[in-house]
C-alpha cells in the first residue's frame, strides 16, 4: 500500500510591496513577491483581543511570473495558491542558509483595479500632504525672522524722497501691481 503525501499551500492576503520581475540566464521569466495575511484571537484569559501579521515569501515561475508583475501592486489582495519549498545555499563566507517560500501555482486579484488604484492615490495624497506641510513649518522659521526686514523695508519706501508736482511734494502710494499685471512682491506686507 502505497502512502501518500500532500504539499499545498492557499492565503489569501495583501502584497506588502510591488513584485520583482527577473529573469534566469536561460530566460525563464521568475517573480517573487511578499504577501502578508493577519491573524486575530481572543486569550483564553478572556482579556484584550490580539493580532498579528505573517510575512509569506511567494515566488512565481513562466508565464505566472509574467502575469504578477504586469498585474501586481503594493496593498493589493490577492489569492495565491502553491507548494511549499524550501532552498539552501551557502554564502562566501559563512554557514548554510535556509529559506522556505510559497512557489504559486495558481493567483487570483481580489480587489478590483479601481480599489487599488484609490488606495495608490491615498498614499501619494498622505505623501503630498506630508511634504506640503514640511515645507511650511521650515518656511515658518525663516519668516519669523524676516519680519523685521519686511518692516524695514516698509519704512524705507515711506522715507522715499516725496517727488515735487507743479511745487506740490506728492508722495507716490507703492504700487501692488507692475505695468504688466505682475505682483511686485516688494511692496507686499508681510
Known amino acids: 500500500m502505497s502512502s501518500r503525501s500532500l504539499n499545498k499551500?492557499?492565503?489569501?492576503?495583501?502584497?506588502?510591496?510591488?513584485?520583482?520581475?527577473?529573469?534566469?540566464?536561460s530566460g525563464t521569466a521568475v517573480c517573487s513577491f511578499r504577501v502578508a495575511t493577519n491573524r486575530s484571537w481572543t486569550p483564553a484569559d478572556g482579556?484584550?483581543?490580539?493580532?498579528?501579521?505573517?510575512?509569506?515569501?511567494?515566488?512565481?515561475w513562466s508565464k505566472l511570473a509574467e502575469l504578477c508583475s504586469q498585474?501586481?501592486?503594493?496593498?493589493?489582495?490577492?489569492?495565491?495558491?502553491?507548494r511549499l519549498q524550501t532552498r539552501s545555499w551557502e554564502p562566501a563566507a559563512g554557514e548554510k542558509r535556509y529559506t522556505t517560500e510559497v512557489v504559486a501555482e495558481d493567483?487570483?486579484?481580489?480587489?478590483?483595479?479601481r480599489v487599488a488604484e484609490e488606495k495608490e492615490s491615498e498614499e501619494?495624497?498622505?505623501?503630498?500632504?506630508?511634504?506640503?506641510?514640511?515645507?511650511?513649518?521650515?518656511?515658518?522659521?525663516?519668516?519669523?525672522?524676516?519680519?523685521p526686514e519686511a518692516k524695514e523695508k516698509e519704512s524705507k519706501k515711506e522715507s522715499k524722497p516725496k517727488e515735487e508736482k507743479g511745487g506740490k511734494?506728492?508722495?507716490?502710494?507703492?504700487?501692488?501691481?507692475?505695468?504688466?499685471?505682475?505682483?511686485?512682491v516688494d511692496d507686499i506686507p508681510f
Open 9 to 25: 499551500v492557499m492565503l489569501i492576503g495583501n502584497l506588502t510591496r510591488d513584485p520583482e520581475l527577473r529573469y534566469t540566464p
Open 47 to 60: 482579556s484584550e483581543r490580539k493580532e498579528e501579521a505573517e510575512f509569506h515569501r511567494i515566488v512565481a
Open 71 to 82: 498585474l501586481l501592486t503594493k496593498g493589493r489582495k490577492v489569492y495565491v495558491e502553491g
Open 107 to 113: 493567483m487570483v486579484i481580489l480587489d478590483s483595479r
Open 124 to 147: 501619494k495624497e498622505e505623501v503630498a500632504e506630508e511634504s506640503a506641510t514640511e515645507p511650511e513649518e521650515k518656511a515658518a522659521g525663516p519668516e519669523e525672522k524676516s519680519v
Open 169 to 184: 511734494e506728492v508722495s507716490e502710494p507703492p504700487k501692488a501691481e507692475t505695468e504688466e499685471g505682475e505682483i511686485d
